[in-house]
Every structure is written in structure tokens, then in C-alpha cells.
T-cell receptor, first 114, second 114 residues
Framework: GAGVSQTPSNKVTEKGKYVELRCDPI?????LYWYRQSLGQGPEFLIYFQGTGAADDSGLPNDRFFAVRPEGSVSTLKIQRTERGDSAVYLCASSLNRDNYGYTFGSGTRLTVV | AQSVTQLDSQVPVFEEAPVELRCNYS??????LFWYVQYPNQGLQLLLK??????LVKGINGFEAEFNKSQTSFHLRKPSVHISDTAEYFC????????????FGKGTKLTVNP
């Protein structure tokens, strides 16, 4: 596609449930990033993929958060046992390759845990 | 670890007035610097970036920024703003040679009034 696509755009879930957020990067982009943006804050880094592997997952807040990118394109961010504090906009970005610094961001998924 | 401080959370200006959005960073090693704009319910859009070379960087929509290493600043400027410039602006840094994850400031809400 022409841009980074994130689905769903909005997700409301009950506390304790499991959710999956999907990111479809620009075709051919090898680098993929997940960020979390809480209300009134700047985005915070979660995880970086180069190809299929997670090159840097230092931003994942705890073991309830996990992300995969099995074929080096689409990525899924998975959150187990959701908590109200997980409510935020989850942003995905992709880049053509390392050292490009030409990130393109998706519009995000707004997750609300009630 | 690097950090970014955006000194103003909100900046109101009148249309056609000049504006400066301030950004200071902290890092013990060399960094690359970015400014992003976020319109309501949209993803982040790159305005400009400093990787190397001239310290005065020109971006889209008439914005420019100047990298000042001695003052560890990267302030964003526009000589004459339009109503359509109303948005949230984020300054970000990444380490040279690192994983390319971005560290963002908390953002500055620019409101352009008629």
C-alpha cells in the first residue's frame, strides 16, 4: 500500500482480556517500529524489527507485551491480561532500511481498556 | 540515555506571525534530530531532520530548524504561520549508530488564531 496501515483504528476491551494490534508496513520496508503514545505525552518506543527479528525490544514495559513479524512484513503487537494503564494510541512506523531515518508512521490504533 | 525537553507545552500565535518552538536534548554521544507534526487523529509526519552537514535545516511547509551543538538545541521556526499549521509538534532524537529508535519530547501544541 501507499502508507503504513494499522488495524483496528479503535479497540475497546475489558480489563484482563487479550488484544492484538496489526501493522502493515510500506511494501519493501525492512525496518518496523512500535511506539505507544499516552494522552498528553510524546510517543514512547516499544520494539524495533529488522526483517523478521526483534533487534531491540528494550521498550516493552513487561512480559504482557509481545510482538511478532514472522514473514518480515506485517507485524502484530499482542497484549495479554490488559490493564487500564495500557490505554493509549499504539503507533507503528516503517523505514526502507537501516540508516535511512525515513520513518513513515501509521495513524495508530487507539486502545481503550475499560 | 538521551532525553528531549520541549520547553513549551502550548504556543498560541496569530496568523501570519512568526513562531519558534523550542527543543533541547541531552545525550553523551552524537545524535540525529527530528521534528514531527501530528494533526488530530493522524499519525506523525516528518517536517525535517538533521543528520549531518549544514546546521540550518529546511523542511516542508516552510519550517526550518537550526542545530546548535553547544547549546544542545534544535529549535523549530516559521516566519509566517497559517491557520492550517495548528497541530501538535514533536521533537525527537536518535543515537548515531544505534537501533534508530526515536526518543520524543512531550510535544508542543501550536494554535494559530485568526
Amino acid at each position: 500500500g501507499a502508507g503504513v496501515s494499522q488495524t483496528p483504528s479503535n479497540k475497546v476491551t475489558e480489563k484482563g482480556k487479550y488484544v492484538e494490534l496489526r501493522c502493515d508496513p510500506i511494501s519493501g520496508h525492512t525496518a518496523l517500529y512500535w511506539y505507544r503514545q499516552s494522552l498528553g505525552q510524546g510517543p514512547e518506543f516499544l520494539i524495533y524489527f529488522q526483517g523478521t527479528g526483534a533487534a531491540d525490544d528494550s521498550g516493552l514495559p513487561n512480559d504482557r507485551f509481545f510482538a511478532v513479524r514472522p514473514e518480515g512484513s506485517v507485524s502484530t503487537l499482542k497484549i495479554q491480561r490488559t490493564e487500564r494503564g495500557d490505554s493509549a494510541v499504539y503507533l507503528c512506523a516503517s523505514s526502507l532500511n537501516r540508516d535511512n531515518y525515513g520513518y513513515t508512521f501509521g495513524s495508530g490504533t487507539r486502545l481503550t481498556v475499560v | 540515555a538521551q532525553s528531549v525537553t520541549q520547553l513549551d507545552s502550548q504556543v498560541p500565535v496569530f496568523e501570519e506571525a512568526p513562531v519558534e518552538l523550542r527543543c533541547n536534548y541531552s545525550s553523551s554521544v552524537s545524535v540525529y534530530l527530528f521534528w514531527y507534526v501530528q494533526y488530530p487523529n493522524q499519525g506523525l509526519q516528518l517536517l525535517l531532520k538533521y543528520l549531518s552537514g549544514s546546521t540550518l535545516v529546511k523542511g516542508i511547509n516552510g519550517f526550518e530548524a537550526e542545530f546548535n551543538k553547544s547549546q544542545t538545541s534544535f529549535h523549530l521556526r516559521k516566519p509566517s504561520v497559517h491557520i492550517s499549521d495548528t497541530a501538535e509538534y514533536f521533537c525527537a532524537v536518535t543515537l548515531r549508530g544505534g537501533s534508530e529508535k526515536l526518543v520524543f519530547g512531550k510535544g508542543t501544541k501550536l494554535t494559530v488564531n485568526p
